[in-house]
């Protein structure tokens, strides 16, 4: 079993919303970063969102700002992506993954070492 298991993904219209869930086992929120990548077809992944393992800090894509909004829940072991206002091309497998690393690094997958299986989102009419 995957340390990350991503969930949430879909089918939306322009516009519309979707919660991707991203359940940790194995290992606590305690110590790690969280973030969230995404990538289409022919393209490199590009770091989404994450957050620190204090919750103090985040980041978020210069492209999915005052759309997108990351948090955790330490009690389920979970990291929430709240995506608002889809676009098309938001279309990508979105995965989770984790760091030891600062949210400093979230643009940089290399540094993530722990990845989920991915979700597939589709904004589309």
């Known amino acids: 079993q995957l340390p990350l298991v991503e969930s949430g993904g879909g089918l939306v219209q322009p516009g519309g919303s979707l919660r991707l869930s991203c359940l940790i086992s194995?290992?606590?929120?305690?110590?790690?970063?969280i973030g969230w990548f995404r990538q289409a077809p022919g393209k490199g992944r590009e770091g989404v969102s994450c957050?620190?393992?204090?919750?103090?800090?985040?980041y978020y894509a210069d492209s999915v700002k005052g759309r997108f909004t990351i948090s955790r829940d330490g009690a389920r072991n979970t990291v929430y992506l709240q995506m608002n206002s889809l676009k098309p091309e938001d279309t990508a497998v979105y995965y989770c993954?984790?760091?030891?690393?600062?949210?400093?690094?979230?643009?940089?997958?290399?540094?993530?070492?722990?990845w989920g299986q991915g979700t597939q989102v589709t904004v589309s009419s």
């Open positions: 993954a984790a760091t030891y690393y600062s949210t400093s690094y979230c643009h940089q997958a290399p540094v993530f070492t722990s």
């Open positions: 194995g290992f606590t929120l305690d110590y790690h970063t």
């Open positions: 957050i620190s393992s204090s919750e103090t800090s985040t």
